[in-house]
């Protein structure tokens, strides 16, 4: 038996959660879970559905395309496999999250395989080395920005993904480049909790404000900088003994752990961007 997932959005409307489980039992899918929200802020419907049965011929499109039938105008509604996800890395120096992905993928311990890494120095190229993934280098010094961003869309181009991961890239995307790609195609990890403390130095910048708590956001990239849809986020408390240093060496494990959760998420379909703001499952 074959498992998929549902993914349902439409405008809400009466009896949608009835179509839709009745158009599952009518093509002989088996509901494993199922899980519906509704925005009320703007009367939105959003379900996602856990089904296994028999795929063959066609027979999850017919579904698909009765469900797309029956729901109000606007609505979307599509199959994903439960398959591993290809993930590309961006980074520039620090280890700590890359490291905790490819441990991960090595270990099994998350369902993706990290296709390359690509940094704009070759610190990190021994650590990939050692789980034999490929490492491109595409330098920015000496360079404009645009011709820097040119050099990595064509090296981006050379792995085939699902999402591009920003494990501590340290270089701001202009709004052209980010706009090379799908909406929801690019996850980056936020050292502060947004929408406190963006852009350079966050920790600094809570050091200078004597904040209680330091945190990290996973959002979406967006062509606003640190904008994007947020999809994990978490804290942890500090006091006046934290110096900026030390509160940035805290940080490092909020941040491993919140990418953790939002990938997590995310590689699983249980993600849906509404806006700028996203309906996590």
């Given at each position: 038996m074959e498992r998929r997932i549902l993914l349902t959005e439409c405008p809400d409307a009466k009896g949608l959660i009835a179509m839709i489980t009745g158009a599952?039992?009518?093509?002989?899918?088996?509901?494993?879970?199922?899980?519906?929200?509704?925005?009320?802020?703007?009367?939105?419907?959003?379900?996602?559905?856990?089904?296994?049965?028999?795929?063959?011929?066609?027979?999850g499109d017919r579904m698909v395309d009765e469900i797309l039938s029956s729901i109000p105008a606007g609505g979307r509604c599509r199959l994903e496999p439960e398959t591993r996800k290809k993930i590309l890395i961006l980074v520039t120096k620090e280890p700590h999250v890359l490291g905790d992905l490819l441990m991960k993928s090595y270990s099994g311990a998350m369902p993706i395989d990290i296709v390359g890494v690509i940094g704009n120095y070759s610190v990190l190229e021994d650590l990939t080395a050692k789980f034999n993934i490929p490492y491109v280098t595409v330098s920015h010094e000496g360079i404009s920005r645009e011709e820097h961003e040119k050099r990595m869309l064509e090296a981006i181009s050379k792995f085939e993904s699902?999402?591009?991961?920003?494990?501590?890239?340290?270089?701001i995307l202009s709004p052209e480049f980010v706009n090379h790609f799908p909406k929801g195609k690019m996850i980056n990890i936020h050292h502060s909790f947004l929408p406190a403390f963006m852009g350079a130095k966050p920790y600094q910048q809570a050091f200078d404000r004597g904040v209680k708590i330091i945190g990290a956001t996973a959002h979406f990239v967006t062509e606003s900088l640190d904008e994007g849809p947020i999809i994990a986020q978490d804290v942890i408390k500090v006091n006046h003994n934290y110096?900026?240093?030390s509160m940035a060496r805290a940080g490092r494990d909020v941040e491993r752990m919140v990418l953790d959760r939002a990938l997590g998420r995310?590689?699983?379909?249980?993600?849906?961007?509404?806006?700028?703001?996203?309906?996590?499952?």
């Open positions: 599952c039992f009518r093509h002989q899918f088996n509901i494993i879970k199922n899980d519906q929200f509704v925005s009320e802020a703007d009367s939105r419907f959003f379900m996602r559905t856990e089904i296994e049965g028999d795929f063959e011929n066609g027979n699902d999402y591009i991961v920003l494990a501590k890239y340290m270089r110096s900026a240093e995310v590689i699983a379909d249980k993600v849906f961007i509404h806006g700028n703001k996203t309906v996590v499952f």
